[in-house]
């Protein structure tokens, strides 16, 4: 029975006044279709990073919880994902949290109902959009880039971002590998830096592959340029990933996601051999695209889609437990304030907990380029200076 379900909570993200129209407008759509459940809604501004921790579930209602994951009973994580206009709302959160990563094998009937020429049809109607429009979940530069007839591409990502927990094998060793392989096999490899990126360690980290290996290129171009361009596509769970998926390129994967399962899989170091000595690789089988289909057309939501986020709260509300959370809250201002200071709490918390995560990965990786500052000749230093200057 959910006779006691009675308000929802709302995160506001901080960043929500500078963020792009559809961003607003999904936001504002959500809250909306919870105003027609008739029941309270109580919005919580949510500064960054007010998220990485557990959010308790509260006594007789259910709380959107902007980025969180590892989710309570009643406790439902909302954020973008990595396709452009579409939306997760979801249970245990995003990636390797996700619900269909973490229980995959309940979501099979689902994925299998779809006709596999409508799973085609549904990628192909994507594909096209990124075609026509260049347009990615960042914001991408519109240089042209001129790049080689052929190549092996690696988006990097955050290397203090939460997603990185799902990492089969550490984002810098499997840099390294493959870039070894890439001067091994002389094949070449393509590096983009996440744009969000500012981290010194991976400054050096690229100063010190292009000093090194003639056959590492670091190219700041628009992602689907960089994606249709190349043989293969190599990733840790980068959103980028799915995007080769959708344009049609083999995707080798060393991270969990909602889309690991349409991948191939990379779970050791030497699984990165092979892709750099078969020129030819295998894109999806029949089910992997009914799994992408599922993604893009069911399992997120497209921003101004009222229907599918009025299903999705339904969908919601029919998993509240009652009875179920914290029950110390008994009237509007106390629900305020308990929010509100526990996310003031968690944000700092959170804060902490990234900048242990960043300064011991670029303390590792300006431990290991120290070396190489100490003792490379200096016509290699204007050499990585010049290459750098050109891409």
């Given at each position: ?6 308000r929802?909570?709302?995160d506001?993200p901080?960043w929500?006044?500078?963020s ?8 504002g759509?959500?809250?909306?279709c919870?105003?027609?459940e008739q ?9 960054f ?5 557990k ?5 007789e ?19 973008e994902?990595?396709i ?28 299998n109902k779809i ?13 096209d ?7 990615s979940?960042h ?5 042209h ?7 092996l ?6 290397n ?9 094998i550490?984002?810098m060793?499997?840099l390294?590998?493959?870039?070894a ?5 002389n094949r070449?490899l393509?590096i ?21 290996n003639e ?12 994606i ?5 596509v ?5 959103g980028?990933?799915?995007e ?34 078969n020129?030819?690789h295998s ?7 009914k ?8 399992y ?5 889609d009222i229907?599918?986020?009025?299903k ?5 509300i029919?998993?509240y ?8 809250i ?7 304030c ?29 431990s ?6 100490l003792f490379l000749?200096?016509?290699?230093t ?10």
């Amino acid at each position: 029975m959910m006779n006691d379900l009675n308000r929802f909570y709302f995160d506001l993200p901080q960043w929500l006044g500078k963020s792009e129209g559809i961003h607003r407008q999904f936001i504002g759509n959500f809250i909306s279709c919870l105003h027609d459940e008739q029941l309270q809604v109580i919005l919580n501004p949510a500064n960054f990073p007010c998220y990485g921790l557990k959010r308790l579930a509260i006594k007789e209602s259910i709380t959107f919880s902007f980025h969180s994951y590892n989710n309570d009973k009643n406790v439902f994580s909302i954020k973008e994902s990595p396709i452009y206009g579409l939306y997760s709302v979801d249970e245990n959160g995003y990636s390797g949290w996700a619900d269909i990563c973490v229980n995959f094998s309940s979501y099979i009937d689902k994925i299998n109902k779809i006709d596999h020429d409508s799973a085609k049809n549904i990628i192909a109607e994507k594909r096209d959009f990124f075609r026509e429009t260049k347009l990615s979940k960042h914001q991408q530069p519109h240089n042209h880039v001129a790049l080689p007839s052929d190549y092996l591409f690696f988006p990097m990502q955050i290397n203090s971002d939460s997603v990185t927990d799902h990492e089969n094998i550490s984002a810098m060793g499997a840099l390294d590998y493959v870039a070894a392989l890439a001067k091994k096999t002389n094949r070449t490899l393509v590096i983009k830096r996440h744009p969000m990126c500012k981290s010194r360690g991976i400054d050096a980290k690229i100063a010190y592959l292009l000093a090194t290996n003639e056959n590492v290129l670091s190219v700041d171009a628009n992602i689907h340029e960089l994606i249709e361009g190349s043989s293969a596509v190599i990733a840790c769970n980068s959103g980028t990933s799915i995007e080769a998926l959708i344009l049609g390129k083999p995707v080798y994967c060393f991270g969990r996601s909602e889309w690991y399962e349409a991948t191939h899989k990379i779970e050791v170091l030497e699984d990165f051999d092979a892709i750099f000595l078969n020129d030819k690789h295998s894109t999806m089988s029949a089910f992997q695209e009914k799994l992408i289909a599922y993604l893009l057309s069911e399992y997120w939501i497209q921003f101004d889609d009222i229907e599918s986020i009025k299903k999705k709260i339904k969908y919601c509300i029919s998993l509240y437990e009652s009875n179920y959370g914290d029950d110390f809250i008994d009237n509007h201002n106390n629900g305020e304030c308990y929010i509100k200071s526990f996310l003031n709490a968690q944000r700092e918390i959170a804060i902490l907990k990234r900048k242990q995560k960043k300064y011991k990965k670029d303390y590792e990786l300006l431990s290991f380029v120290m070396r190489f500052v100490l003792f490379l000749p200096f016509k290699a230093t204007l050499a990585m200076l010049g290459r750098n200057k050109n891409h």
